[in-house]
C-alpha cells in the first residue's frame, strides 16, 4: 500500500488532526486490552506513551482498509498486542504501532523520531520496506538486507517483522489466492528459520502451522483430525505417564513441575511418522521443568532412565552442547512398560523460558517495571554477524538464496586447530574454507574430513574435523557454486569472478582507447593532461577505470566519445 495522496503542507485539518492524536495521554477503548497486557508484564509501564502511539497511528490510518473491509488501524494494534503478549518493552510496542505509517502515510522518519525518539525510529525504519520503483525486482531482497543491517543495532526489528508476519498469516483468507501461497512460501523460507534462530519458539510454531495450512491445505486437515482424534482416545494413557513421570522425580528428590505439551500440527505431520499408524508419542512431548540451576537437569535424568529404558540414539545434551540460538536442555526417548515411546524434555526455569521466548528471555531481564530497556546490547546471535559478514557484496538476488540456506539447519564441524564452525546442513569443504576467512576459500586446494582426503562437492556431517589445504595463488574453481552451501562461500567465487572479469574488461578497453589514440603514449599524455577523465565523464562515467571497463565490455566505443587530435584530423580539400 502507498502513501494516500494527501498535501500535509495545505492540510490544516489532517495538521490539527495530527497535533490533537499526539496530545492524547489517556488510552482509546480499542487500545485497553494491548495497555491491560503491557501493565501484566510491566506495573510501571509508560501508559501515556503507549496512548499517544495508539492515537498518532489511529489519525493516519484513518482512511485505509485492510483487504477484510476493517479499519486498517487494527493491524498495528494487532502486531503490537502480539509483543505485548511476549512481554516486549513499550518502546518496542509504540514502533510496532507506528510500524506502517512511515511507509503508507505522509508522516516522515524524521517526524516520527522527533515525536518518540530515536529508538523507535531505527525500529520502525528497519521494518519499513524500500522503494520498490527505485529498486524493482530487486525490492524484496534489498528490503530484507536493509532490515538484517537494522537489526545489527537493534534486534527488536526482527521481533517485530515476525509479529507483523503472525497477524498478516492469522488473515491471509483476505487474499487472493496466489498471493496466499507466495506469502506462506516466503514466510516458511525465510521467517520461520529466522524465528528459530532468535529462539522465538512461541512465534515460529504459529507461523509453521499457518504456512502448512495454506501450503497444503489438504493435508493440513487430515492431521488436525487424526491428531485430534488420538489425543482424545489415548488422553488417560498421557495422564498415566506423567503421573509416573511424577513420582519417578519424587523418588529421586527431585523437585520439578511436569507438563504435558501438544506437539503443533506442521511438526506432527513433518516428523514422517504415518497419519494412519499415530500414536500419542507422537502428538505430545512431556516437559520437566527442575527447580534449581542445570545440575538438577541431570538428576532428573537419571530419575526418567531409572524408571523407563532409553534408546541411546534420540538423546541430546543441549546443555553441555547448547544450540545456536540459546537453548538449552535434555532431550531423551524412552520405552514404557507398555511399549510406548516417549519424548521428554528436561530444563531448568530459565532454560524454559528461553525455550519459549529465546533473544526475548535476554530482553526480558534487561526491562524494568517501568517496560524501558536498561543500556547495554542483546547478545548478538553468530548467525547475524556471519550474515552481516558477506551481505555487503551479495547482490538481492544472491542474499535471498543465501539468507535461504544459511537459516536452515545447522551442523557444527571443528577444524584441526579446534576452531568450532556452525554450518547449514549439506556444507561442504568449500563452505568450511570460506567461513574460515575469505582469503583461505580463494586459495582453497584439498582438504581432509576426519583424516581422509576428501572432495570439494562432499558433505561434511556434524562432529566431523576439516583440515583445510590451501595453495600459494588464489583462485577458486568456478564448479564449486554447483555444491557450496552458504551464502558466504557463494558470494566470494562470485565476486572473485566477477572481480577478474571486471580486470580483463579494463585492461581490454583502455588498450582500445590507446589503439584509437595512436599508442600509449598519447594515451598516458591524455590521462595526465586530464582529457580523457573529461572525455569519460562526459560519456557519464565517473572514473576512468568505470569508463575502460565500459569499453572493455563493448558498452561504448572510441569512436563514440572521443574527438580525434589535430594531427589525426583528416585535412580538408
Not at 554447483?482 to 571486471?502: C, L, N, Q
Amino acid at each position: 500500500m502507498g502513501a494516500p495522496d494527501v498535501d500535509v503542507t495545505a492540510s490544516t485539518e489532517w495538521w490539527r488532526g495530527l497535533n490533537q492524536a499526539k496530545a492524547t495521554t489517556r488510552p482509546a477503548g480499542e487500545a485497553e486490552a494491548l495497555i491491560a497486557e503491557h501493565l501484566r508484564w510491566y506495573p510501571k509501564a509508560d501508559v501515556a506513551l503507549l496512548a499517544r502511539a495508539y492515537a498518532v497511528a489511529d489519525h493516519l490510518h484513518r482512511e485505509q482498509k485492510r483487504k477484510s473491509g476493517e479499519p486498517f488501524i487494527i493491524h498495528p494494534l494487532a502486531v503490537a498486542t502480539i509483543l505485548a503478549e511476549l512481554g516486549l518493552d513499550t518502546a518496542t510496542l509504540v514502533a510496532a504501532l507506528l510500524h506502517d505509517t512511515v511507509e503508507d502515510t505522509p508522516f516522515s522518519l524524521g517526524h516520527l523520531a522527533a515525536e518518540f525518539g530515536t529508538e523507535v525510529g531505527v525500529m520502525v525504519d528497519g521494518v519499513t520496506k524500500v522503494d520498490r520503483s527505485m529498486y524493482g525486482s530487486a525490492a524484496a531482497g534489498e528490503t530484507f538486507r536493509k532490515m538484517v543491517v537494522a537489526a545489527r543495532d537493534d534486534l527488536r526489528v526482527l521481533l517485530i517483522k515476525l509479529a507483523d508476519r503472525v497477524h498478516n498469516l492469522r488473515t491471509l483468507q483476505f487474499q487472493p489466492p496466489h498471493k496466499r501461497v507466495k506469502i506462506a512460501k516466503g514466510t516458511r523460507e525465510l521467517l520461520v528459520p529466522l524465528a528459530e534462530r532468535l529462539g522465538v519458539y512461541k512465534l515460529k510454531r504459529e507461523l509453521e502451522d499457518l504456512c502448512f495450512e495454506y501450503l497444503e491445505t489438504e493435508e493440513f486437515e487430515h492431521t488436525r483430525e487424526r491428531v485430534d482424534r488420538v489425543r482424545d482416545e489415548t488422553r488417560y494413557e498421557t495422564d498415566s505417564v506423567a503421573t509416573a513421570l511424577r513420582d519417578s522425580l519424587a523418588s529421586f528428590r527431585v523437585k520439578a513441575d511436569v507438563d504435558v505439551r501438544p506437539r503443533h500440527l506442521s511438526s506432527v505431520f513433518h516428523s514422517g511418522s504415518p497419519l494412519v499408524d499415530l500414536g500419542p508419542s507422537a502428538t505430545v512431548r512431556y516437559l520437566v521443568v527442575v527447580r534449581g540451576g542445570e545440575q538438577n537437569a541431570y538428576l532428573a535424568l537419571g530419575a526418567v532412565h531409572g524408571r523407563w529404558q532409553p534408546i541411546p540414539a534420540k538423546f541430546r545434551d543441549f546443555i553441555a552442547s547448547p544450540k545456536y540460538n540459546l537453548y538449552k536442555a535434555l532431550h531423551t526417548t524412552v520405552v514404557t512398560e507398555s511399549g510406548r515411546r516417549v519424548q521428554i524434555i528436561i530444563c531448568d526455569g530459565r532454560a524454559q523460558q528461553v525455550s519459549e521466548y529465546g533473544i526475548i528471555a535476554e530482553i526480558h531481564e534487561r526491562t524494568g517495571r517501568d517496560g524501558r530497556l536498561v543500556s547495554g546490547r542483546t547478545t548478538d546471535p553468530e548467525w547475524l554477524t556471519r550474515l552481516l559478514r558477506w551481505q555487503e557484496g551479495a547482490s538481492a538476488e544472491e542474499l535471498l538464496e543465501g539468507v535461504r540456506t544459511d537459516l536452515a539447519d545447522s551442523i557444527t564441524v571443528l577444524t584441526v586447530n579446534g576452531q568450532i564452525l556452525t554450518l547449514p546442513e549439506g556444507s561442504t569443504p568449500v563452505d568450511v574454507a570460506y567461513a574460515l576467512d575469505n582469503e583461505i576459500g580463494d586459495r582453497f586446494s584439498a582438504a581432509t574430513v576426519n583424516g581422509r582426503l576428501a572432495l570439494p562437492s562432499a558433505q561434511v556431517r556434524e562432529g566431523d574435523t576439516v583440515q583445510i589445504i590451501t595453495k600459494a595463488e588464489p583462485g577458486p574453481d568456478r564448479a564449486w557454486l554447483e555444491s557450496a552451501r552458504t551464502g558466504k562461500a557463494r558470494v566470494a567465487i562470485g565476486a572473485w569472478y566477477r572481480t577478474r572479469a571486471r580486470e580483463k574488461a579494463e585492461g581490454d578497453g583502455r588498450r582500445a582507447v590507446a589503439e584509437h589514440m595512436g599508442g600509449d603514449r598519447r594515451l598516458i599524455e591524455a590521462e595526465t593532461s586530464g582529457d580523457l577523465i573529461g572525455a569519460a565523464r562526459r560519456a557519464g562515467y565517473v572514473t576512468l577505470e568505470d569508463f575502460y571497463v565500459a569499453m572493455g565490455y563493448g558498452q561504448v566505443t572510441p569512436e563514440d566519445v572521443l574527438v580525434p587530435s589535430p594531427e589525426e584530423k583528416p585535412e580538408e580539400e
